[in-house]
């Protein structure tokens, strides 16, 4: 089994910055990619910003610029850094792990943008 265990999150003043990690741990053999989604109050879920295994990452138009994802690749980590936040980066943020071609979701943490 695989586990994924994110931290980070908090509030924030608008224009602040915050830094997500999530770990996959377990056995994990074979890491794919691993995702950042955030889901605010009464939207779907969406996806925030990708790293596959070729190091490869992309972003939802809305935060270009102002996220960068990157990993550490000997501790199965991914972190999410987070500048010139908006309120409306408001949300619950997901870590998504796919290893050996499953998915794995964390338990998600809450970061607020307050105006």
């Known amino acids: 089994q695989v586990q994924v265990v994110e931290s980070g999150g908090g509030l924030v003043q608008a224009g602040g910055s915050l830094r997500l990690s999530c770990t996959a741990s377990g056995r994990v053999f074979s890491i794919n990619a691993m995702r950042w989604y955030r889901q605010a109050p009464g939207k779907q879920r969406e996806l925030v910003a990708a790293i596959i295994s070729g190091g490869i990452t992309n972003y939802v138009d809305s935060v270009k610029g102002r996220f960068t994802i990157s990993r550490d690749i000997v501790n199965n980590t991914v972190f999410l850094q987070m500048t010139s936040l908006k309120p409306e980066d408001t949300a619950v943020y997901y870590c998504?792990?796919?290893?050996?071609?499953?998915?794995?979701w964390g338990q998600g943490t809450q970061v607020t943008v307050s105006s």
């Open positions: 998504n792990a796919v290893v050996s071609w499953n998915n794995y």
